[in-house]
């Protein structure tokens, strides 16, 4: 092969062939399929090289002018067939300069290898705000209306809870009293108080005639303004233990728990008990309805809980036990807020153009839209309907004293990826060297053949445990555990196992935040709080959208047969669930495993939703549990139900000539075919000037 070597001056602009360095015949470019992204890369590792005669004294004088920054690529070109073409390109890195002076003058300098890859790997954790329209190198990008746009994030319909409850014994001793007096019957201490009026106490206490419906009585009143109102209902339940003395003949006890009086005339009893001298009073005394607590005359009902006594001696008494407690609880719901948000695959685009100063944008088939900014697709991607925001903008926090009181999006390319990679399985490599490519991971493993190899001499064939995995855990980072009872929020964690006899675990948590309460709480801050610090603030969260009549809307709904959840037409983000990730990650993980099946074996969070996600093209078409196992039947998407490679990888020499070089860098994803086998490439060093290469593949697995 015939060779031409030039030393270019950056800050000149001059050009100079020079006579080939020292130590070229160790350049050996390397395809490599990177385990995490699976985009195959090709690269040269950094060489150092003895540069002499007037090259030797080109980098000379520039190093003494400017020392470690100067700025020289050496640029690597190739005879085939009378067209020159580049074959490599670097920057000498004049901090590892040196020179040799005697009988013959050299430099010994090491050249890197440049590329728009080792930039956007370089800047792959540096913040990007997405509103802004300056690359990191100062160019100015196109505005995108989909980064900062305004949707409307619905109520999730969240249950609040009164409660209270006796931690020690109450014994009250009411005296001598010979006429009608009336106490307030206590129920403890408070540990829930959502609704504006909860009134308990902790020991007995004289109130008012309660048919006169006296204050000092009320324990709670008034229904709350964000009670939802289609359902304007309440749960009241309550569980009370009793002890009690008599010591005078007639005396005589009236214990109501709870009452409803009306504004104007006779309350109404839910649930009470009269006793006297010598009646048996039961040991527990139980409550579990639900009651309508609509308004009258303007007035709202509420509930009371007293005890009447009269004709009683000095040593009457009656104690309420420990254990006792009253809870109140209902359904809120709070009007729609508006949100600026920001759509997956204009951001995946302008992360990738303000780190590369748009030498790269974002094209994907699963992330684009049919109205995407950037990369129209024809239809929409499976994963196109989404977008992202941060607790500050979803709770509409303000900045004081500041020019702009509204909150930035700020995301590094690594905050994307790795929240979409737990979801999706997804993977990316640079495409024709001007798209920055992000698919499911199967979309980097295509079936052209782009070489053939017969008659190889011999194959070394090993297991790969990295390819193996006896575990797989699932789902997110972060929800609301202790919001309410947590039924409707899902979206946790999964652990799930095959019959691989191996220690190896595949972990991909989430640090979106997708938890139907965690995006209720969060919204809610903006009518309770705006301005504190929440713990939400700094996080991403995600939203799965549909196309309504209006345009983009958020995806709520847990679709036909729903069960287990509290109110399964509020809920978020169903196609987002943590079965449903696991669904997507089904043929990676089961590549070493020949059984079909991906194993519920426990949750952190709550994991008893049935759901069925309203999607045009979900992973599961099915309605399924979030501890149910995976297996392929479930799947709706096919390339998802079978590994596409075997946890296995072959090595062999074989010859490459520089047209083959070509041909594997214009289709790093296809395959190679030895000896009748295929795989795919996961590392091929080649030596072009000897000609030969050392083949590193990962085997397909035939079905």
Same mark, same amino acid.
């Given at each position: ?22 130590k ?26 003895e ?27 190739i ?16 901090a ?45 990008m ?13 109520s ?32 403890g ?31 709670f ?44 005339? !006779? ?7 009269? %006793?006297? =001298? @010598?009646?048996? +009073?039961? #040991? *527990?005394?139980?409550? /579990? ?52 948000v920001?759509m ?34 024809? !239809? ?7 977008? %992202?925001? =941060? @607790?500050?903008? +979803?709770? #509409? *926090?303000?900045?004081? /004293? ?7 999006f ?65 789902g ?11 039924i ?18 595949l ?10 309460y ?18 939400y ?29 509290h ?51 979900p ?68 030596d ?5 290469a ?10």
């Amino acid at each position: 092969m015939e060779y031409r070597f030039f030393l270019i001056n950056e800050r000149t602009g001059v050009q100079t062939e020079i006579d080939e360095p020292v130590k070229f015949d160790g350049f050996k470019p390397l395809f490599k399929r990177d385990p995490k992204c699976h985009g195959v890369t090709w690269e040269f590792a950094e060489q150092k090289l003895e540069f002499y005669g007037k090259s030797g004294l080109m980098i000379k004088e520039e190093y003494e002018q400017y020392g470690i920054n100067a700025s020289i690529k050496f640029v690597v070109e190739i005879n085939c067939g009378g067209d020159w073409q580049e074959f490599y390109s670097g920057m000498l890195d004049f901090a590892l300069y040196e020179d040799t002076s005697g009988a013959k003058f050299f430099v010994s300098i090491t050249v890197a290898q440049t590329s728009v890859l080792t930039t956007l790997n370089s800047r792959f954790g540096t913040k990007v705000d997405l509103e802004s329209l300056a690359s990191f190198d100062g160019s100015e990008m196109t505005k995108y209306e989909n980064l900062g746009r305004e949707i409307k994030i619905p109520s999730k319909t969240r249950r609040e809870v009164n409660r209270a409850e006796m931690l020690s014994d109450s014994v009250f001793y009411p005296g001598a009293r010979n006429n009608d007096t009336w106490f307030k019957v206590p129920f403890g201490q408070v540990t829930s108080n959502d609704f504006d009026k909860f009134d308990t106490e902790s020991m007995f206490r004289e109130c008012g005639d309660p048919n006169r419906f006296p204050r000092e009585s009320v324990i709670f009143e008034n229904m709350p303004s964000n009670m939802m109102d289609r359902n304007k209902f309440l749960r009241v339940k309550f569980h009370m233990e009793f002890e009690h003395t008599f010591t005078n003949s007639n005396e005589e006890k009236e214990l109501f728990i709870l009452r409803q009086p009306l504004p104007l005339g !006779t309350p109404t009893g839910l649930r009470g008990i009269v %006793f006297n =001298n @010598g009646d048996l +009073l039961p #040991q *527990a005394l139980d409550y /579990n309805e639900q009651q309508n607590f609509t308004e009258h005359d303007g007035y709202t009902r509420g509930i009371t809980a007293y005890l009447r006594v009269r004709n009683t001696g000095n040593n009457s008494s009656i104690t309420i036990k420990a254990g006792s407690f009253i809870e109140i609880s209902g359904d809120s719901y709070f009007e729609p807020t508006d949100c600026r948000v920001f759509m997956v695959h204009e951001t995946l685009s302008r992360l990738t153009e303000a780190i590369t100063d748009s030498a790269l944008n974002a094209k994907s088939d699963y992330f684009g839209r049919s109205d995407s900014e950037i990369n129209q697709n024809v !239809t929409d991607g499976a994963g196109s309907l989404r977008c %992202f925001t =941060n @607790g500050l903008m +979803l709770r #509409q *926090a303000e900045y004081e /004293n500041t020019e702009d009181p509204k909150p930035k999006f700020t995301v590094s390319f690594k905050d994307i990826l790795d929240g979409l990679i737990a979801i999706d399985a997804i993977g990316w490599g640079v495409e024709d060297d001007k798209y920055l490519r992000i698919e499911p991971w199967e979309y980097f493993y295509t079936d052209d053949v782009v070489l053939v190899c017969d008659d190889i001499a011999e194959i070394n064939r090993k297991f790969d445990h990295a390819m193996c995995f006896s575990q797989a855990n699932v789902g997110y980072t972060k929800w609301e555990a202790e919001e309410r009872d947590g039924i409707d929020g899902f979206h946790g964690k999964r652990q799930y196992r095959t019959i691989a006899r191996t220690e190896n675990k595949l972990e991909q948590f989430s640090k979106f935040v997708a938890d139907s309460y965690a995006i209720e709480a969060t919204r809610r801050r903006q009518i309770a709080d705006k301005t504190s610090d929440w713990r939400y603030d700094n996080d991403i969260f995600i939203f799965d959208l549909d196309r309504g009549d209006n345009g983009l809307q958020v995806n709520t709904g847990a679709g036909f047969g729903a069960t287990g959840l509290h109110d399964p037409d509020t809920v978020f983000n169903v196609e987002l669930s943590p079965a449903r990730n696991a669904a997507r990650w089904y043929s990676h993980v089961m590549q070493g495993v020949k059984d079909d099946k991906l194993i519920f074996t426990g949750a952190e969070g709550y994991a008893g939703a049935r759901t069925e996600a309203q999607k045009t093209d979900p992973v599961v078409s099915v309605n399924i549990a979030e501890n149910t196992d995976i297996s392929p039947d479930i799947i709706a998407q096919p390339e998802k139900r079978n590994p596409k490679t075997k946890a296995e990888t072959v090595e062999f020499n074989y010859p490459l000539t520089f047209r083959d070089f070509k041909s594997i860098k214009a289709n790093p994803y296809g395959l190679v075919q030895f000896n009748g086998e295929h795989g795919w490439i996961k590392q091929i060093e080649a030596d072009l000037i000897r000609g030969m290469a050392k083949f590193t593949l990962i085997p397909k697995r035939e079905i």
